[in-house]
């Protein structure tokens, strides 16, 4: 593991002692640690046992304590399940049009059971070990607005309701901010947000989005990381510009296209196909792991990943041959 203050050399623009490599893992963490994903949702212990032991196995450079979209959904009292060892789900999201939100008050997650859950689960991991860089999170605007307001219903806005969107918008950006601020009080170093629809629509509707996302990075003192799941490759002029010091791409991106739209200085986290952790020999990760690198992380401003949360089901020794390739690359020329 890179102690904090060593990975931080990333942010001042230095290289870094090795690649970094910070596998995204929730449902696989709490497989590792033999913790029902239920108990990793709610309860501060286990996710904060989850992202240690995972880490303690494997070795890699941080963890986080992201884990389900729908921590604003289920503030606002929207109708969640909670299957016993599967990833939440909104059965009826809290608000079902502009009346809902007429009045109401931005959530402080200070009071909130989920969300003290999370700041919590931050102070547990650092009071055990203040040197782990622990990645905060929140979520994108548009991946609240979804789970506040129901994904098709949030898409369909777009055309139709524009200035409700907005407002939606700005309720949930609100909310990320002061999210963010317990978590960086807490001891987050870093704060990633996601945005998992962030594929789904236009670049004009995206921009619109990432206009709050923006704010929400700006307001936060420490680092941010910005995930977006699927094919982004027409959003990679608008998440050059979103704010984040991290932007996380998924694995249909072409890294080394990435890196030309992003820039030299902006640090990419990617993007080894996640599924492929499933079936696929240790080899082949390793292959794939190398070949990240080389399209995207020559310059040092590269962080190794699986392209979004690796499945529960990742074979050991493929989470193991990608942290060891971060650990010995040395390149190929
Ligand atoms: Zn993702």
């Given at each position: 593991?890179?102690?904090?203050?060593?990975?931080?050399?990333?942010?001042?623009?230095d290289?870094?002692?090795?690649?970094?490599?910070?596998?995204?893992?929730?449902q696989?963490?709490?497989k590792v640690?033999?913790?029902?994903?239920?108990d990793?949702?709610?309860?501060?212990?286990a996710m904060?046992?989850?992202?240690?032991k995972?880490?303690?196995?494997f070795?890699?450079?941080?963890?986080?304590?992201?884990s389900?979209?729908?921590?604003l959904?289920?503030?606002?009292?929207?109708d969640l399940?909670?299957?016993?060892?599967?990833v939440?789900?909104?059965?009826?999201?809290?608000?079902?049009?502009?009346?809902?939100?007429?009045?109401?008050?931005?959530?402080?997650p200070?009071?909130?059971?989920?969300?003290?859950?999370r700041?919590?689960?931050?102070?547990?991991i650092?009071?055990?070990?203040?040197?782990m860089?622990?990645?905060?999170?929140?979520?994108?605007?548009?991946?609240?607005?979804?789970?506040?307001?129901?994904?098709?219903?949030?898409l369909?806005?777009?055309?139709?309701d524009?200035?409700?969107l907005?407002?939606?918008?700005?309720?949930?950006?609100?909310?990320?901010?002061?999210?963010?601020?317990?978590?960086?009080?807490?001891g987050?170093?870093?704060?990633?947000?996601?945005?998992?629809?962030?594929?789904?629509?236009?670049?004009e509707?995206f921009?619109?989005?990432v206009?709050?996302?923006?704010?929400?990075?700006r307001?936060?003192?420490?680092p941010?990381?910005?995930?977006?799941?699927?094919?982004?490759?027409?959003?990679?002029?608008?998440?050059?510009d979103?704010?984040a010091?991290?932007?996380?791409?998924d694995?249909?991106?072409?890294?080394r296209?990435?890196?030309?739209?992003?820039?030299d200085d902006?640090?990419?986290r990617?993007?080894?196909d996640?599924?492929?952790?499933?079936k696929e020999?240790?080899?082949?990760?390793r292959?794939l792991?190398?070949?990240?690198?080389?399209?995207?992380?020559?310059?040092?401003?590269?962080?190794?990943?699986?392209?979004c949360?690796?499945?529960p089901?990742s074979?050991?020794?493929?989470?193991?041959?990608?942290?060891?390739?971060a650990?010995?690359?040395?390149?190929?020329?």
């Amino acid at each position: 593991m890179l102690r904090v203050e060593e990975f931080f050399q990333i942010f001042a623009g230095d290289k870094l002692p090795r690649v970094p490599v910070i596998p995204f893992v929730m449902q696989y963490a709490a497989k590792v640690a033999g913790i029902r994903y239920r108990d990793y949702c709610t309860d501060p212990e286990a996710m904060a046992e989850s992202q240690v032991k995972c880490l303690e196995e494997f070795d890699y450079d941080a963890v986080n304590v992201s884990s389900d979209a729908h921590r604003l959904a289920d503030a606002l009292g929207g109708d969640l399940f909670f299957p016993e060892d599967g990833v939440p789900v909104v059965r009826k999201p809290p608000i079902r049009g502009p009346g809902d939100l007429q009045g109401r008050e931005v959530p402080d997650p200070r009071e909130f059971p989920r969300c003290v859950q999370r700041i919590e689960a931050i102070k547990l991991i650092k009071e055990y070990n203040p040197r782990m860089t622990v990645i905060g999170w929140i979520e994108g605007a548009l991946s609240d607005a979804s789970s506040i307001f129901g994904p098709t219903n949030a898409l369909r806005a777009f055309y139709t309701d524009r200035d409700f969107l907005k407002r939606l918008f700005e309720f949930s950006a609100e909310f990320d901010r002061r999210f963010a601020r317990a978590q960086v009080e807490a001891g987050a170093d870093i704060i990633g947000a996601g945005d998992s629809l962030a594929s789904q629509v236009s670049t004009e509707s995206f921009e619109l989005s990432v206009e709050y996302t923006k704010d929400i990075f700006r307001s936060i003192t420490v680092p941010t990381l910005y995930h977006v799941c699927g094919d982004t490759t027409h959003q990679l002029t608008v998440l050059r510009d979103c704010g984040a010091d991290i932007v996380d791409l998924d694995r249909e991106l072409d890294m080394r296209q990435a890196r030309e739209v992003l820039g030299d200085d902006m640090i990419i986290r990617g993007n080894v196909d996640p599924v492929l952790f499933v079936k696929e020999s240790p080899e082949r990760i390793r292959d794939l792991s190398v070949e990240c690198i080389d399209r995207a992380g020559k310059n040092g401003a590269f962080i190794l990943s699986a392209g979004c949360e690796i499945p529960p089901d990742s074979k050991y020794e493929n989470v193991q041959a990608m942290v060891e390739v971060a650990k010995s690359y040395h390149g190929h020329t």
